[in-house]
């Protein structure tokens, strides 16, 4: 499993998932430049050239069938990728994301990444998107702008390309109280599989990567999945 950031995070966000589900799948975090393994590259400035570059990437890591994760900018990158994709590795076995109406919504939010840095830490402390650690001391945010603004431009600017359905099941799961989503917007998801697209909602804001409820819908999606992918055809 595959699993793309939201903006501003990195593949570290994942790493407890290897341990978490590693009897049904491998978890492969992917890192964006600009962060982690990563930090010496320029942010991302053109989501063909990222989406272009995080493909090859996973060619080289796939080694049969797999599955494609993603949060909110990471939905999009997933979804994107499961595109790109298609024609070398085929079609993943399902697209799972969360925090993210379908691609073809636009971005419904007010733009982060040309805020000033006061505005634009408080639209991300109401979206539950700067650390405890950091909520007090927001100097030590500096050095992540540059990569949290180019993520978010790509993701505020992003249209939906003139793609053709996809063929595999597509999983969405978003908080109730998620500020940039909707039910409706929810179901558009539905719009880019000809297999069942199936939505579930929890009690929850935006970041929701830790949350109980996400974390059991993912496992079951996981291990269902999983196990369709290796049954014998």
């Not at 407890?16 to 930090?39: S, Y």
């Not at 989406?51 to 069938?65: H, N, Q, S, T």
């Not at 405890?132 to 600017?157: G, H, M, N, Q, S």
């Not at 039910?183 to 199936?198: I, M, N, S, V, Y």
Request: charged share 20%; with cysteine; glycine share 10%.
């Amino acid at each position: 499993m595959f699993c793309l950031p939201h903006a501003g995070g990195s593949a570290a966000g994942f790493g407890a998932w290897r341990r978490r589900f590693a009897a049904h799948v491998r978890v492969c975090p992917v890192e964006l430049p600009g962060r982690g393994t990563r930090w010496g590259e320029p942010p991302p400035a053109r989501f063909a050239a990222l989406v272009a570059d995080l493909a090859a990437r996973i060619k080289r890591e796939a080694d049969g069938p797999y599955l494609l994760y993603g949060h909110s900018f990471g939905a999009l990158l997933a979804y994107e990728l499961a595109h790109a994709l298609r024609p070398v590795l085929g079609e993943p076995a399902a697209l799972l994301v969360s925090g993210r109406n379908g691609p073809g919504v636009p971005h419904p939010a007010l733009p982060l990444h040309a805020l000033p840095k006061e505005r634009l830490i408080e639209r991300l402390r109401a979206l539950d998107g700067v650390p405890a650690a950091l909520v007090d001391k927001p100097e030590l945010i500096d050095p992540f702008l540059p990569v949290l603004r180019a993520d978010a431009r790509l993701a505020e600017l992003y249209r939906r390309g003139r793609h053709p359905v996809l063929g595999c099941p597509v999983r969405v799961f978003a908080g109730d109280h998620d500020p940039l989503v909707d039910p409706a917007g929810l179901r558009r998801w539905a719009e880019e599989t000809t297999a069942d697209c199936e939505v579930q909602t929890a009690p929850a804001g935006h970041m929701l990567t830790n949350h109980p409820v996400f974390l059991a819908w993912l496992a079951r999606n996981v291990s269902g999945l999983a196990a369709g992918a290796a049954a014998p055809r």
